[in-house]
């Protein structure tokens, strides 16, 4: 919602200029950043709101007013009030258009410029007056319009926690004064003497004040943009999409949101923020309008706190059109995992919640969670569901503690050994799998490498490396691992898969041949006389001759129904389920590497999309496994952002981006087999 400003401006030129300027910017900001209007999301939080009637709106306003006037008239020093109107009203766009428009197409947009025009020539004539000693700063509502124009082929997406938009246009619209958002003024209305420098501040870590407002000269929505980005064009892939090639399309949405519990245990972790935007009733909309602008078929949500789910988002999201799944950490932990759906888009085959503490084993002795699901895609009346392979989706949350990445490993290859379970196919292949989760652990450390090349050596590896989260080298002792990282008790094998899976079905007693039993007739033990073997006349004095036609390559003794071969633990743990990233973890446009999360001002990635591709043979860089898109195809995904640009907005949370990690999205696509041109079969995952 968008509130309009009046300044009753008595200020020094340079500080008048840096005011209206603050304000000009913030109500541009509350442009992109409106809160919904959708009543979707309103009905279940007006209550919770706490906002003021209209009149008792007006009377304060109108008392606020009366002493600001009084206060004038008993200053014999007070200059002439010079008033500066100063209004930004615009509506939502529809639909997903503002998805693709950019802010260079907002800034020459026409309306703006005019609008801006306007402001700006009386911004320059304030500048003239001659600068004054007292200030009074007040608000009111005065008439200026700011409409915002859209292309529909600009490559770019704002950070808008809001999908549903109501149409622009340049009707002053009524808007309530957003007393309930003092994080927002604080934010817009700084005053502040001091010259503020060009570059962002060091994030205070000794002396960190209760709130940091960002800098002033840079708006807060060109701050956080984060652009679309189209891959359905790969130029260096070996093999390229077909347009002729019918995909089912579908986003995925994986999100951290910040169980509130956390948050009140942890309060000095987010001492930079403010602390009204700390609060669930301020969060949750944010968080609930930005899922709804993103519109995922697919949610996977990480620190879901229990009453929160169940009283307030299951609600809202089945009203949204989700099918939702929930699993609470064990013990006394009051947070969880969600995975929610579209259940327009697909039904559910399976659904598998996995815990991963197991009583008596140190390894695995913490209360994180996952959730694996196996959904079938639904697709248009007339087609064959079978034509399109079912998806496995799975969501979890490791462990934080970085000194313990031997139990982050165990846990993923207990969640590698249910999806490997869930997702393998009766012909030994597997469907398409997407990983989503919050995994504690950085880019190109050991858990990631497992995770993307299916293989990892750990014994003898000090835990705290299995993450890269923090450098323990300098301490006198840290925890190594050895073979075998769990005991055989688990059931699970270091091929992660589960023993009892391994083993195939035994249908009755074991039946032989007469040919199989006839080879041992003439194998060579049998033609051997033992050692001691007693020797009697016509009884074990004859040695048996192989008939001619007997060939020593038949006599192979071949078990009809062999045991598998479960190897002994050497040390190596391994999968195959060939998984690679959504994101690169590179800004090759600004030569820093992506962040999805700011712990204590300092930037970096823990959160994570995985999704099944096809391994391309012999090409290895450096040991780092490369892929090809198969059956299902990355088309797109939201872009994050680096350090430096999240510093600028004082980290994580802020107003508007109400968690300590940012949200991942991807578009991927899988393929309709049945509707390929030439009407080839379709590919082996797909039954």
Known sequence: MIGTVLCYVLLPAARLLRALRDAFFTCRKNVLLAKSTSTQIEEVFTASRGRLVPEEQEALLQQWLEEGAGNLAASESAPSVAKVSVTLTSDWLEGSELLMTSLSDLNSAPEVTQCAGEHLTKLHALASLEPQDHAVTELAVLPTEETVAVTDNAPSAAVVPQRDHQTAGCATVSVELQNEDPAVLAWSLVCDEETVPAEPHAWPIQDMVQFSSLPTEVPYHEVLWRDWEDLSIKPCELEQVSKNTPLFEFRVMSYNILAQDLVEQSLDLYQHCHPDILNWNYRLPNLL??????????????????????????????????????KRRTGKKTDG?????????????????????????DVLNRDNVGLVLL???????????????????????????????DIKLAQMALLLAEIDKIAKTTEGSYYPVILCGDLNSVPDSPLYKFIRNGELSYHGMPAWKVSGQEDFSQQLYSRKMLAPLWPSSLGVTDNCQYVTLCQPKKQGRRKYSRDFLLQFHYCDLACERPAHLVLLEGVTDAKPDRPPHWCKSTAMLKDPDPQPFVPRSSGIIQHGLNLTSVYSHFLPQRGRPEVTTMPMGLGTTVDYIFYSAEPVENRNRGGRRLYQDGALKLLGRLSLLSEDVLLMANGLPNPFCSSDHLCLLASFGLEIASLREGGAAHRHGST
């Open 289 to 326: 309008q930005e899922i709804q602008h993103w519109d995922p078929d697919v949610l996977c949500l990480q620190e879901v706190q229990e009453n929160h789910y169940w009283e307030q988002l299951e609600p809202t999201f089945k009203r949204m059109g989700f099918t939702c799944f929930y």
């Open 337 to 361: 995992c969600a995975v929610c759906y579209k259940h327009s888009r697909f039904q559910l085959i399976s659904f598998s919640p996995v815990e991963y503490f197991r009583p008596g084993l």
């Open 375 to 405: 959904l079938q895609p639904l697709l248009p009346e007339g087609l064959d569901l079978k034509a399109v392979s079912p998806l496995c989706v799975a969501n979890t949350h490791v462990l934080f503690n970085p000194r313990r990445g």
